[in-house]
């Protein structure tokens, strides 16, 4: 292992890369890949960095 740490952000975006249609999350018939995990949490990224301008606060909810 290298001795530099990397985000679980980061870690992600690059197994995206490196194997973007193998299965990243199976839950009740339900299956993402890589690629579709990694371009939903873009989307949420880019939902969460609009809304920093209002001043209110931010939370998300998964379930």
Do not use: C
Request: glycine share 6%.
């Amino acid at each position: 292992m290298s001795g530099s740490m990397i985000t679980p952000t980061e870690a992600l975006l690059q197994v995206a890369k490196e194997h973007p249609f193998r299965p990243a999350v199976r839950s009740a018939g339900s299956q993402w890949s890589y690629a579709a995990l990694w371009a939903r949490v873009r989307q949420i990224a880019d939902q969460i960095h609009d809304l920093d301008d209002s001043r209110n606060p931010i939370g998300l909810h998964m379930g």
